[in-house]
């Protein structure tokens, strides 16, 4: 079966072309950061624009370069949501339009259930398995029980990992999105500096991020008045220091689920997952607690729209589908 995916949940128009549910015949991925870098975040209205002028183009090539037509598309698979409203109504729209006029089936895929199944289109990972899932709006801990099983374990109390990457990026002046920018500087800098790690409640497996943010502020206000030979840290060290303490803060949860959970395997999901230090400590951690790690590529990690027609090619496959009058969901409940 030759499914379509389609994602526009937020800064990326991206669309690929799956074929029974392994073959990657293409993978487009349209990236507007050029576009909100000046305003230091993602701009809901400007992102929707982008959208509608990308969206064509995108498919077209993914069509192209996976050598097929329309026609030969047997399913529609797009993000119905979580995400911004605008953007997504933009791939949903125009999904629709495709399945309509060509009388194939639609199927609207949760963004977060597309990420946690990214790891699929590498691995076999048998079920059950902890899944923690990375990116700039979501950190969560899932318990994966089956596909389309996911019990939440836990989740961020504020900002997600991926935020607190960019907004302290932003508050550093150092650019957007910070997530790759923090971790070039950190590998030039060293973890001198002990930031403080949020961890809701030794009973809770949520994760809290916002504390960290402003415990940067805080120190970069001091430190801008000290000389910094007098204390010989730099920003580099800044960086670092702050990567470590969110790895620290997302590994002692995810240690705890393990143990709560007997669980002999985890897998990792969604953008900041593409942080190289981050996969090594992780390395590091499973092989202390002996779990069996499952990372995807970071081509995967970051918001594509193959995990998309992974996850619509898994449910048509099962005879499910969506009417064509389904909405857009900014806020979606994963499971
Ligand atoms: O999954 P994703 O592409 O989009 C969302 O669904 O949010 O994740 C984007 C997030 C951004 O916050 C970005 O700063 C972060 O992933 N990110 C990183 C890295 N690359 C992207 N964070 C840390 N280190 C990276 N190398
Ligand atoms: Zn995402």
């Known amino acids: 079966m030759l499914v379509l995916g389609i994602e526009t949940s937020c800064d990326e ?13 293409s993978n487009v991925v349209y990236s507007q950061i050029a576009l909100h870098r000046p305003y230091g975040g993602v701009v809901p209205e400007l992102a929707s624009r982008r959208h509608l002028d990308t969206i064509v183009p995108v498919v077209e090539e993914a069509l192209a370069k996976a050598g097929v037509n329309l026609k030969d598309i047997q399913g529609i698979a797009v993000t119905r949501g979580p995400g911004l409203v605008g953007a997504l109504l933009v791939g949903l729209s125009f999904a629709k339009s495709l399945c309509a006029v060509n009388r194939v089936p ?5 963004h977060i259930e597309g990420h946690i199944c990214s790891i699929f289109l590498e691995k076999e990972v ?6 923690l899932t990375v990116s700039g709006g979501h950190t969560s801990l899932f318990l994966v029980k089956g596909i389309g099983v996911y019990e939440v374990l836990g989740q961020t109390r504020d900002d997600a990992a991926g935020e607190a990457f960019d907004k302290v990026a932003k508050l550093l002046n150092l650019g957007y999105p910070g997530g790759g920018i923090i ?12 930031f403080p790690r949020a961890l809701p409640s030794a009973d809770s497996l949520d994760f ?13 206000k001091g430190f801008s008045s000290l000389s910094e030979n007098s204390k010989g840290l730099s920003l580099e060290d800044i960086a670092a220091s702050f990567q470590e303490a969110v790895v620290d803060m997302l590994i002692k949860k995810v240690i705890q689920a393990r143990r709560l959970y007997k669980t002999e395997r985890l897998a990792l999901a969604g953008g900041v997952i593409s942080n190289g230090y981050l996969r090594h400590r992780f390395q590091e951690m499973a092989a202390a607690e002996d779990l069996d790690l499952f990372i995807p590529s970071p081509y995967l990690c970051t918001d594509n729209a193959i995990m998309i027609a992974w996850v619509g090619n898994h449910y048509l496959e099962r005879g499910k589908q969506d009417s064509l009058d389904i909405d857009a969901l900014s806020r979606w409940k994963v499971g």
Not at 16 to 24: T, W
Not at 183 to 194: D, F, N, T, V, W
């Open 13 to 25: 128009t991206a669309a690929s072309v799956l074929k029974d549910g392994k073959e990657i015949l």
């Open 106 to 110: 639609l199927i609207g895929v949760n």
């Open 126 to 131: 048998p079920f059950p398995f902890l899944s």
């Open 183 to 194: 971790e070039s500087l950190a590998e030039k800098g060293k973890p001198k500096i002990r």
């Open 208 to 220: 809290s991020f916002s504390g960290i943010k402003t415990a940067v502020v805080n120190y970069v």
